[in-house]
């Protein structure tokens, strides 16, 4: 009899849903934990997102950098003969150069400040750009004084973002020479990079020949992007790249060098220690919130609670009752912290250019979180009615 009346009543539930002013202000305490520990996460996850951002859209089996880069924004180049040595090993179609300058560029908007941004260069003809749609875009950078204007640059430049017909007639100087804007792409910006210009390959010549004093611009690569032919023995061709370039080059898949950028920036940096910690500070707010929460709702039907263990209830029948109430919290609180988070993405994805994602992995993540806080703190919370003598409550 007891059994089918416990399974009859789901009291965890009527004792949340019974006062909806105390379960709405329990639902927007654990939401902003939730939010809390999200932001932290998205900042995380946007330092990494962002900075191999640029390694994402460009399109190659493997990459080659010198080995004295230790990140993407690190301008360590090499010569571009090991590329066409490169070239010549059987399986490789073809290898293109990509050329990044950063602390060269100076560039001003007429009627605002000169500022550094990121320019990105790429011989037109290499189709090595993902997003497809960027192809006609490309094509129309072939007299070598244009380029792409990364859509999420930041506004402190001036540009009139968004606005491509006014964009194109602003007045733009890069190292004290005329440049025009065309269009716009997404690309995004990051901790290092405020905003990014696509330039074919001529135009980086144009604009800075002091990459190399002296000599061809051109010649000192960033980034040797290899294509393989269909078919190709992947591993063979990469053992035999590393052999031919020795020391001198590190011969990198897609997949190895965004983890060696996200490991650099986990570790030998103190932002993504930080934003971890940040993340488990909102866990701690949580845990104490929470526990609020659960502490005030057994205090108040503590005389109930005792008439049940009078009755013969066993501390597993609380143990289950606490943990379901913790799970209903859980799923109260995630949603408004989920989607103020969304909110919150869109706007400072907006403001700063960063690309902050919310995904599948990272929203399962906070959950997990949030179910713990609650356990947490529903079982410390428990103690006092575990401890409790149904006698000392008549």
């Given amino acids: ?55 994402r859209l460009l399109k190659a089996d493997f990459f080659l950098v010198s080995p004295a880069r230790y990140n993407l924004p690190s301008e360590q180049r090499f010569d571009r003969l090991w590329l066409d040595r490169a070239r010549a090993v059987e399986g490789v179609q073809r290898i293109v150069p990509v050329y990044i300058e950063r602390s060269i560029t100076q560039l001003r908007v007429v009627g605002n400040k000169s500022r550094s941004i990121r320019a990105v260069g790429i011989p037109l ?15 129309m950078l072939s007299d070598g004084r244009t380029a792409l204007l990364d859509r999420r640059t930041k506004p402190s430049y001036g540009f009139a ?23 716009e792409v997404s690309i995004g910006t990051d901790f290092v990079h405020d905003g990014t210009l696509l330039f074919s390959d001529r135009a980086m010549a144009h604009y800075f020949p002091a990459r190399n004093p002296g000599g061809d611009p051109l010649q000192l690569v960033d980034l ?18 590393q052999s031919l370039t020795g020391n001198r080059l590190d011969v990198l898949s897609r997949h190895q060098i965004i983890a060696r950028e996200i490991h650099f920036w986990a570790t030998a940096t103190p932002i993504g220690i930080i934003f971890t910690i940040g993340t488990l500070m909102g866990l701690v707010v949580g845990v104490i919130i929470c526990y609020q929460i659960l502490f ?12 049940l263990k009078a009755m013969g209830y066993r501390d597993q029948y609380f143990f289950g009752l606490i943990l379901k109430q913790a799970l209903y919290l859980t799923l109260f609180g995630f949603l408004p912290g989920l989607l103020a988070t969304l909110g919150a993405f869109a706007i400072l994805g907006e403001s700063t250019g960063l690309v902050m994602r919310m995904t599948a992995g990272r929203m399962a993540l906070v959950f997990g979180l949030t179910l713990l806080m609650c356990l947490i703190s529903g079982l410390i919370a428990l103690r006092k009615l575990l401890q409790t003598d149904p006698a000392s409550l008549f």
Avoid: C, Y
Avoid at 224 to 241: C, H, M, P, Y
């Fill in 296 to 307: 005030t709702e057994i205090n108040d039907h503590m005389a109930e609670f005792a008439t």
């Fill in 1 to 55: 009899m007891l059994l089918r009346w416990e399974g009859r009543t789901p009291l965890a539930w009527r004792n949340l849903v019974g006062r909806r002013g105390k379960l709405l202000l329990a639902s927007a305490g654990i939401g902003f934990a939730v939010f809390l520990m999200f932001m932290q996460i998205g900042f995380r996850n946007a330092l990494f997102d962002n900075t191999v951002q640029l390694a």
């Fill in 125 to 139: 003809e290499s189709g090595v750009v993902e997003p497809p749609q960027w192809q006609p875009l490309l094509a």
């Fill in 161 to 183: 973002r968004s606005d491509v017909k006014t964009l194109r007639l602003q007045e733009v100087e890069l190292s004290g020479k005329q440049l025009r804007i065309i269009d």
């Fill in 224 to 241: 040797g992007l290899v294509q393989l032919a269909e078919g190709a023995d992947v591993g063979k061709i990469r053992r035999t790249l």
